[in-house]
């Protein structure tokens, strides 16, 4: 038995809104085409995307820990970069 949804699934957008070098946006970890869609699809959809935003941003702060320690110390990390509000 599936529970009923009372609220709309949110999105995980946070407003940085570029392309990382996987295709991903920076800020929320989703596809182009799952941008596109949002609006468009069910909230059973928009919780396996989110399920997978979170499973990329996991990786990629893996990735990027990873990376902090076989730096070496006078190499600067890139941050992800953040938008300023627009209201």
Not at 5 to 25: A, L, M
């Amino acid at each position: 038995m599936r529970q009923i949804e009372i609220f709309e699934v949110p999105s995980p957008c946070i407003g940085v809104c570029t392309n990382g070098p996987r295709g991903y946006c920076t800020g929320c970890f989703r596809s182009r085409d799952e941008r596109l869609h949002w609006l468009n699809i069910d909230n059973n959809t928009r919780k396996q995307i989110n399920d997978a935003c979170s499973r990329r941003k996991a990786s990629y702060l893996k990735r990027k820990q990873s990376q902090a320690n076989t730096s070496q110390p006078t190499q600067v990390q890139e941050s992800t970069p953040q938008q300023d509000s627009l209201f």
